[in-house]
């Protein structure tokens, strides 16, 4: 199978690539950091703001609070034919923050953010954005719009994304069992099991080499290697989309490029111009 699951969840997913060069699966690593639009906050209108923050602090903190981005329902404003600063109902959403403190001291959280779509709101309503001291007040609107990693971190739909060779670790007859690898293995490969060495753990193996190091046996007690046909890329969600659809879309960003490339060339072929 040249693509197999290794473990997914809403925030991660792990995936092994057989039979594709290394460079093709870092360009899908590389798409997924910078070219898969996510939502973020890049217009903020503050209309009161009697807290110690400033408001260009403020605006910077609201730009980095992860949004909840239904790709499909919105245009990336370059894209989009209403060509305004503030944007329109296809590439922006309205986000509203009207708070205050009366009493005591108190923190704004992202929860009171009010959006005007249900499906683009902060992916946890627990995010502080600022602090207000009695008497104190914060109104504004913000826009949020879609954009890609490319042009700021803040519109990164990824939180990480890693490509790492498939490691092969075997044992051989030469093994005495001393248990010399276990402890010098940090990422729990082997174990010893009633006297005898065990992988346990085989796709935990950075390639670090430490176990080859440590065995004494001659030929050594294990081979490891890298396997050169097959790669494992880890796609972590920075919270915006599932891992599995940030992959997929990147994916699709990477055919687009080609696509373009190959658009640009599909023309008639010029002909070989004679030497003079
Ligand atoms: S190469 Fe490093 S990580 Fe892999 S099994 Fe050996 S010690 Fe562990
Ligand atoms: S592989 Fe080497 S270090 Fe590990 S148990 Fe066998 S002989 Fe000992
Ligand atoms: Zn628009």
Redesign the pocket.
């Known amino acids: 199978m040249p693509v197999q699951v290794l473990e997914e969840s809403y925030e991660k997913v792990t995936v092994v690539f057989e039979g594709f060069p290394r460079v093709y699966v870092n360009s899908i690593r590389r798409a997924s950091m910078s070219l898969v639009p996510v939502m973020a906050i890049d217009d903020v209108v503050i209309l009161e703001n009697t807290s110690s923050f400033y408001d260009e602090v403020i605006a910077h903190r609201l730009g980095l609070i992860p949004l909840k981005t239904p790709l499909e329902k919105y245009l990336i404003p370059s894209e989009c034919d209403c060509k305004s600063a503030l944007g329109c109902p296809k590439c922006r959403v309205l986000f509203v923050l009207d708070a205050e403190a009366t009493d005591k001291v108190r923190d704004v959280l992202s929860a009171e953010l009010v959006s005007e779509d249900e499906e683009v709101k902060p992916v946890s309503p627990n995010i502080p954005i600022i602090k207000l001291a009695p008497g104190q007040k914060i109104k504004l609107e913000a826009y949020a719009k879609l954009g890609r990693g490319k042009s700021h971190s803040k519109w990164q739909a990824t939180s990480a994304a890693v490509l790492r060779s498939y ?1 092969l ?1 075997a044992l051989n007859e030469s093994c005495n069992n001393c248990g010399m ?1 276990v402890s ?4 729990d ?2 174990s010893i099991r009633n006297g005898k060495l065990k992988v346990d753990n085989p796709l ?9 190091e440590s065995c004494q046996a001659e030929p050594k007690g294990i081979n ?1 290697k890298e396997d050169e046909d097959k790669f494992i890329l880890t796609i972590e969600s920075s919270g915006g989309m599932a891992a599995r659809e940030i992959l997929v879309q990147a994916v699709k960003e990477v055919i687009k490029l080609v696509d373009d490339v190959i658009d640009k060339f599909s023309g008639e072929v010029l002909p070989v111009e004679k030497e003079k």
Not at 184 to 187: E, L, N, R, S, V
């Open positions: 490691p670790v690898c010098a293995c940090t990422k490969v082997f935990n193996c950075n390639l670090c080499f430490e176990c080859l490891v």
